[in-house]
């Protein structure tokens, strides 16, 4: 079987766990397309789950209530060993790219990570990704009685329900204690669409000038158009912005349909984070930003004035 | 405790990188200590600055010699011995954990720190992979870190937000971005580095082989369509702007 950890939260399935899907079926790999959910109270989770997958296998447990690298990769290991599992696919967020090691490790199998696509060329799977801050695309591939893949948001399409849905299976587990205790957790909670699921993004840099001009104009923009706000870690750094919004190398990984950049400057680490957006469009004063090497659309101008009338404009 | 830090030499962000044959050749390219790492050596010199008891500091660098740079650098910035384990072969992360536990275990260390991401390969997993192998708890994206005793605290970021946690050593720390601010190293230190312990450890003595095969490599660029609009009169730049983001790229309704 082909075994996915399925990523959820609030309650519903998140789009990358059907981009999950869709990958797993790409990849050639046999078997039923099985989902497992891990967490408490999520039956409505795992029937979600059953309308896009073979089968469904719901751990629902106290001690899964919030994530845990170690009980996460416990769980996945021991289900992957106890269904005979050929492939473990993980999400490539921050905690699937976390515990998808361990998991690894604890099946002595190769771990294929934040893969972009994935195929079979006879028993190995083989998976791009992206390398040197996402300049570089390698080929890569392994091959093993079982191979861990996580897979990258925003690769894959999402897979839409099946025509009948999977079973559902109650799984249990041995769970190890968990040795991280967690004495406090901020959430950066958002009125707007998450920054990882959004179709357009405005984000802003340090030529936006000030944090009272960041929520003018990115923030007026984003609301004008339904986007999601992205920062720059300059940004960030400022003070201005929570971190959950950075967007490049040490924050977050893009790649929307529209990227709009406002006084960003574009350095590598930042493209590293967006650069595979599908239309990238700039804003900048400075003509040689590096920005504009990568922009579908620019306008070299003074934001003060354009992004005023961009608002005005999409509003109409 | 001793601190076992984690440091690779990698591609400068802005330096050109260019692919000969099937791989990324970095003949000619500049390389820098991988900042990320960076912030792992600094905090082992914070915490023992902090008073935490701190017995030794050891750098380790796994991979071709270009990374006795690195391991001078963080020699310089003031950690006490290096070790190299020089090797041409390529390693997934997963493959080279091994070598890290092996090293970490012969050394006696009770801390571990590694940068979160790898500026070269894109990959989160060492920490997480030598955590697993030592079966130790590990904490990853760390950008506050205390030690007392035996017992670690901080603050990490997760998938929405951050977390403060606890947890007892041996443990696996990724570092990054916030944590600290590396310093530089002073002329009076790196000359004193010179005379620091760098071992070169026989790759030989590690058995571990990569399980992950590279096919290939290339640099991909999207073929973007450049097109620039005259920011002079702002109104006419936006309604330009809105037109081609719905009509042309169709991105906005």
Same mark, same amino acid.
């Given at each position: 079987?082909? *075994?996915?950890? %399925?990523?959820?939260?609030?309650?519903?399935?998140?789009?990358?766990?059907?981009?999950?899907?869709?990958?797993?079926?790409?990849?050639?790999?046999?078997?039923?397309?099985?989902?497992? #959910?891990?967490?408490?109270?999520?039956?409505?989770?795992?029937? +979600?789950?059953? %309308?896009?997958?073979?089968?469904?296998?719901?751990?629902?447990?106290?001690? *899964?209530?919030?994530?845990?690298?170690?009980?996460?990769?416990?769980?996945?290991?021991?289900?992957?060993?106890?269904?005979?599992?050929?492939?473990?696919?993980?999400?490539?967020?921050?905690?699937?790219?976390?515990?998808?090691?361990?998991?690894?490790?604890?099946?002595?199998?190769?771990?294929?990570?934040?893969?972009?696509?994935?195929?079979?060329?006879?028993?190995?799977?083989?998976?791009?990704?992206?390398?040197?801050?996402?300049?570089?695309?390698?080929?890569? +591939?392994?091959?093993?009685?079982?191979?861990?893949?996580? #897979?990258?948001?925003?690769?894959?399409?999402?897979?839409?329900?099946?025509?009948?849905?999977? +079973? +559902?299976?109650?799984?249990?587990?041995? *769970?190890?204690?968990?040795?991280?205790?967690?004495?406090?957790?901020? #959430?950066?909670k958002s009125s707007r669409v998450a920054l990882t699921e959004a179709d357009v993004i405005v984000t802003g840099g340090r030529g936006v000038g000030s944090p009272e001009n960041f929520a003018a104009y990115v923030e007026g923009f984003a609301d004008a158009i339904g986007a999601g706000v992205g920062a720059t870690r300059a940004v960030v750094?400022?003070?201005?912005?929570?971190?959950?919004?950075? #967007?490049?190398?040490?924050?977050?990984?893009?790649?929307?349909?529209?990227?709009?950049?406002?006084?960003?400057?574009?350095?590598?680490?930042?493209?590293?984070?967006?650069?595979?957006?599908?239309?990238?469009?700039?804003?900048?004063?400075?003509?040689?930003?590096?920005?504009?090497?990568?922009?579908?659309?620019?306008?070299?101008?003074?934001?003060?004035?354009?992004?005023?009338?961009?608002?005005?404009?999409?509003?109409? | 405790?001793? @601190?076992?830090?984690?440091?690779?030499?990698?591609?400068?962000?802005?330096?050109?990188?260019?692919?000969?044959?099937?791989?990324?050749?970095?003949?000619?390219?500049?390389?820098?200590?991988?900042?990320?790492?960076?912030?792992?050596?600094?905090?082992?010199?914070?915490?023992?600055? =902090?008073?935490?008891?701190?017995?030794?500091?050891?750098?380790?660098? @796994?991979?071709?010699?270009?990374?006795?740079?690195?391991?001078?650098?963080?020699?310089?910035?003031?950690?006490?011995?290096? @070790?190299?384990?020089?090797?041409?072969?390529?390693?997934?992360?997963?493959?080279?954990?091994?070598?890290?536990?092996?090293?970490?275990?012969?050394?006696?260390?009770?801390?571990?720190?590694?940068?979160?991401?790898?500026?070269?390969?894109?990959?989160?997993?060492?920490?997480?992979?030598?955590?697993?192998?030592?079966?130790?708890?590990?904490?990853?994206?760390?950008?506050?870190?205390?030690?007392?005793?035996?017992?670690?605290? =901080?603050?990490?970021?997760?998938?929405?937000?951050?977390?403060?946690?606890?947890?007892?050593?041996?443990?696996?720390?990724?570092?990054?971005?916030?944590?600290?601010?590396?310093?530089?190293?002073?002329?009076?230190? @790196?000359?004193?580095?010179?005379?620091?312990?760098?071992?070169?450890?026989?790759?030989?003595?590690?058995?571990?082989?990569?399980?992950v095969r590279l096919v290939g490599a290339e640099i991909q660029t999207r073929a973007r369509r450049n097109h620039m609009i005259d920011g002079k009169d702002p109104q006419a730049a936006a309604a330009e702007l809105l037109n081609l983001l719905r009509n042309e790229a169709k991105v906005l309704a």
């Open positions: 079987m082909i *075994l996915i950890v %399925a990523e959820h939260s609030g309650g519903s399935l998140a789009k990358s766990t059907l981009e999950m899907v869709t990958a797993a079926r790409a990849s050639g790999r046999e078997g039923p397309v099985t989902l497992l #959910v891990l967490g408490q109270g999520i039956g409505a989770v795992a029937k +979600e789950a059953a %309308a896009v997958a073979d089968q469904v296998l719901v751990a629902d447990l106290p001690a *899964l209530a919030t994530y845990n690298a170690e009980l996460w990769a416990a769980a996945a290991a021991q289900i992957a060993q106890e269904g005979e599992a050929n492939t473990v696919i993980i999400g490539g967020s921050r905690s699937g790219r976390e515990f998808a090691p361990r998991v690894a490790v604890k099946l002595g199998a190769p771990y294929l990570e934040d893969a972009i696509s994935l195929s079979s060329e006879g028993a190995a799977l083989r998976a791009q990704r992206y390398t040197y801050l996402a300049r570089v695309t390698e080929t890569v +591939e392994a091959e093993g009685p079982v191979v861990v893949v996580s #897979v990258k948001p925003g690769s894959f399409q999402a897979a839409a329900p099946a025509a009948q849905a999977g +079973e +559902e299976y109650d799984v249990e587990l041995e *769970l190890p204690a968990p040795r991280v205790e967690i004495t406090g957790r901020s #959430v950066e750094d400022a003070g201005w912005r929570p971190y959950a919004e950075q #967007v490049g190398q040490t924050g977050k990984t893009v790649q929307p349909g529209a990227y709009i950049a406002l006084g960003v400057s574009g350095a590598v680490q930042h493209l590293s984070g967006m650069g595979k957006s599908k239309n990238i469009i700039a804003i900048n004063k400075d003509a040689e930003a590096p920005i504009f090497k990568v922009a579908d659309y620019g306008i070299v101008g003074d934001l003060n004035q354009i992004v005023p009338a961009l608002i005005e404009a999409a509003k109409k | 405790m001793k @601190i076992l830090t984690l440091v690779r030499q990698v591609p400068d962000a802005e330096a050109r990188i260019k692919i000969q044959g099937q791989t990324v050749d970095l003949d000619g390219t500049t390389v820098v200590i991988d900042g990320m790492d960076e912030y792992g050596v600094e905090e082992a010199l914070r915490l023992r600055e =902090g008073g935490a008891q701190v017995e030794e500091i050891i750098a380790l660098a @796994i991979g071709p010699k270009r990374n006795e740079d690195a391991l001078r650098t963080a020699l310089a910035m003031g950690v006490d011995r290096a @070790i190299h384990i020089e090797t041409d072969a390529r390693y997934d992360a997963v493959s080279l954990s091994a070598m890290v536990a092996q090293v970490a275990q012969q050394e006696g260390a009770g801390l571990i720190l590694v940068g979160g991401q790898e500026a070269d390969w894109d990959s989160q997993a060492l920490g997480a992979a030598t955590a697993e192998r030592l079966g130790w708890p590990q904490l990853t994206w760390t950008n506050e870190l205390k030690v007392e005793g035996d017992t670690l605290s =901080g603050r990490h970021d997760v998938d929405d937000g951050n977390e403060s946690f606890r947890a007892s050593l041996p443990a696996v720390v990724t570092t990054q971005q916030g944590l600290n601010e590396p310093r530089y190293p002073t002329l009076p230190n @790196i000359m004193k580095a010179k005379k620091k312990e760098l071992r070169k450890d026989d790759p030989a003595s590690y058995p571990s082989q990569s399980a």
